[in-house]
T-cell receptor, first 114, second 114 residues
Framework: DQQVKQNSPSLSVQEGRISILNCDYT??????FLWYKKYPAEGPTFLIS?????DKNEDGRFTVFLNKSAKHLSLHIVPSQPGDSAVYFC?????????????FGKGTRLSVIA | GAVVSQHPSRVICKSGTSVKIECRSL??????MFWYRQFPKQSLMLMAT?????????EQGVEKDKFLINHASLTLSTLTVTSAHPEDSSFYIC??????????FGPGTRLLVL
């Protein structure tokens, strides 16, 4: 049973427009959410995170929104740039899980078209 | 952010040989590291959790005798693919917590078994 779901395997956006990547989760105990970006043949790099006590966190062109009642979070990238083309993974932390790893979604491939 | 390195970045070996991949936390100590593999165009698959000074915890379906994990120090974990076969060809990535919720990933190791 997948606890973190990214239902869109891919997304194409024109350069300069907004990219919105979505993520849903099922475990209400998750207290911390993260977004990672991954280029081919490289390890994922941490992008931005949000605590469950907040509903928005912004860092430059990247903003993450959290809707706890809907168990939904989204990553907004604006304006989108060709260099943003990558696979984006949503991840969540269960505070009751000790030293176990984050729970990852399957990823969404973003293509920003020039 | 914290830096995790992997060595080698790429390795080609003959079927039946063993390959060792190193994962190092360069600027922090990691009591726990995680090993993932990623097949082309698929998401990250957690293989095992590596605990310093104790046995690794393997995910269901991962053969512990085939994928030997040794976490001998707080900055080094190794994954040895024993008697490698072509189906073991994949992209192997390690990660570690750096004292917070964020998991930092290494750059990955591309293994090709001929």
């Amino acid at each position: 049973d997948q606890q973190v779901k990214q239902n869109s395997p891919s997304l194409s956006v024109q350069e300069g427009r907004i990219s919105i990547l979505n993520c849903d989760y099922t475990n209400s105990m998750f207290d911390y959410f993260l977004w990672y970006k991954k280029y081919p043949a490289e390890g994922p790099t941490f992008l931005i995170s949000i605590s469950s006590i907040k509903d928005k966190n912004e860092d430059g062109r990247f903003t993450v929104f959290l809707n706890k009642s809907a168990k939904h979070l989204s990553l907004h990238i604006v304006p989108s740039q060709p260099g943003d083309s990558a696979v984006y993974f949503c991840a969540a932390r269960d505070p009751n899980s000790g030293n176990t790893p984050l729970v990852f979604g399957k990823g969404t491939r973003l293509s920003v078209i020039a | 952010g914290a830096v995790v390195s992997q060595h080698p970045s790429r390795v080609i070996c003959k079927s039946g040989t063993s390959v060792k991949i190193e994962c190092r936390s360069l600027d922090f100590q990691a009591t726990t590291m995680f090993w993932y593999r990623q097949f082309p165009k698929q998401s990250l698959m957690l293989m095992a959790t590596s605990n310093e000074g104790s046995k690794a915890t393997y995910e269901q379906g991962v053969e512990k005798d085939k994928f030997l994990i040794n976490h001998a120090s707080l900055t080094l974990s190794t994954l040895t693919v024993t008697s490698a076969h072509p189906e073991d060809s994949s992209f192997y990535i390690c990660s570690a917590h750096a004292g917070g919720w964020v998991q930092y990933f290494g750059p990955g190791t591309r293994l090709l078994v001929l």
